[in-house]
């Protein structure tokens, strides 16, 4: 069923709803035969709820497709990424409050390390977010011929980068070769109309380039997810809730703000990310509530850290459950396996509780276990939200 169908069948009253998402919480064994680190990791809490609920591995996309954060976060929010397409630019700009406006082109912007032309390190040694306010500024006496330009610190390493101005289009291949060992690739129009944005970007690059050449670490900026922003269905409007996020990182709060969801303020901790929910629980019907280490920890390929960042989300559980949801739902966005130190096209464990689930077998939240779940072992993810409001009441009959 479309968004347009499932709206139709809103009412309201109903139950409140929590969407935990641990990204990247899918994994692999560090050797063939072992656990993954969910598997691995100690987590009482989860596995109670598995055992009251049910489980099953959903696909953020679809077969074999690795999917990026922002789209595995639309499906986990129940809008098709195949057809509710956004880049990371307009993502990151409304992540930080940033006042996108129709036409503006909106990249998301990494410092990088490069030597002897080819990139060394993506992240700039995870450069911190202070260090990148000091050279957001010093790119801002940028000037360009056909574009006005703001640069804006995001977080860690990551910053913004949106051009304003006339005839602009957001039809640009990326600059960010998405590894390390390979020359930052030039700036490409993916259709005539974006030829002179491509230009225009290639100014800001050389010159970006010439600015912190003399920088021993984040010496050049590499850019991706151009885009501007779309005009779609919201999420508080489709489901007829009251919709809140909780998340520390501003590129979750984007899409959230970007699919109608209230962005709530909130500390760095998810202790305190908890605490924001149990602040404002009676506010909303519905609260999206991420934690974002587990995926650094797959990506910087730390295995044991991973485990130990699933298990203190477990410890934290029990503040939220002491809250009385009616529906639970806790997976991840995408696999984020420390073996392979990035996003994987593999299916991501799932669990949904409720007073209403049928208990399906299960009895420990893990990637083999979840397999034999009533969800099943490919469940599209799309379908997830949809079952969680459900299961809270929240829909009426379909037809006769």
Not at 207 to 232: H, I, K, Q, T, Y
Not at 320 to 348: C, F, I, K, M, N
Request: charged share 25%; net charge negative; hydrophobic share 40%.
């Amino acid at each position: 069923m479309n968004l347009e169908e499932i709206s139709a069948l809103k009412h309201s009253g109903g139950g409140k709803v929590v969407l935990l998402v641990m990204d990247g919480l899918g994994g692999l064994p560090e050797r063939p035969g072992g656990a993954t680190e969910l598997e691995t990791a100690r987590t009482p809490n989860l596995d109670r709820l598995a055992a009251q609920g049910v489980c099953g591995l959903h696909q953020p996309v679809g077969p074999g497709i690795t999917p990026g954060s922002g789209p595995a976060h639309l499906g986990l929010f129940g809008y098709d990424p195949l057809v509710h397409k956004v880049g990371r630019g307009v993502l990151s700009a409304l992540g930080i409050g940033f006042d996108l406006r129709p036409g503006d082109v909106a990249a998301r912007g990494n410092f990088c390390t490069v030597v002897d032309g080819v990139v060394t390190d993506r992240r700039a040694g995870r450069l911190s977010s202070d260090r990148n306010r000091e050279l957001c500024e010093r790119l801002r006496g940028i000037q360009l011929e056909g574009a006005e330009m703001h640069v804006e610190t995001v977080k860690d390493y990551r910053f913004l980068l949106v051009l304003r101005g006339e005839g602009l289009s957001p039809g640009l291949a990326d600059t960010d070769p998405q590894s390390t060992g390979l020359e930052p690739l030039a700036p490409q129009p993916l259709a005539p109309e974006a030829e002179r944005t491509a230009a225009v970007v290639r100014q800001f690059i050389d010159r970006a380039g010439d600015l912190l050449a003399g920088d021993e670490r984040a010496n050049m900026v590499l850019l991706r997810g151009f885009s501007s922003r779309p005009s779609w269905p919201l999420l508080p409007e489709v489901y007829g809730v009251r919709a809140a996020a909780v998340a520390v990182y501003p590129m979750y709060r984007g899409v959230a703000r970007l699919v109608g969801m209230d962005v709530l303020a909130t500390g760095e901790t998810f202790s305190e990310e908890i605490a924001t929910v149990a602040h404002h629980w009676d506010d909303f019907d519905f609260f999206f509530l991420h934690f974002k280490t587990t995926d650094s920890a797959g990506e910087d390929g730390d295995f044991a850290r991973k485990v130990e960042l699933i298990e203190s989300v477990d410890r934290e559980l029990p503040r939220l459950l002491e809250l009385a949801p009616d529906v639970v739902l806790v997976t991840g966005d995408h696999s984020t396996p420390a073996v392979l130190r990035g996003h994987s096209w593999h299916e991501v464990p799932v669990l949904l509780w409720s007073t209403t689930c049928r208990s399906d077998g299960v009895r420990r939240f893990g990637e083999r276990e979840c397999a034999t779940g009533s969800l099943g072992p490919r469940i599209p993810a799309i379908q997830l939200l949809p079952l969680a409001f459900a299961h809270a009441r929240r829909f009426d009959k379909y037809g006769a």
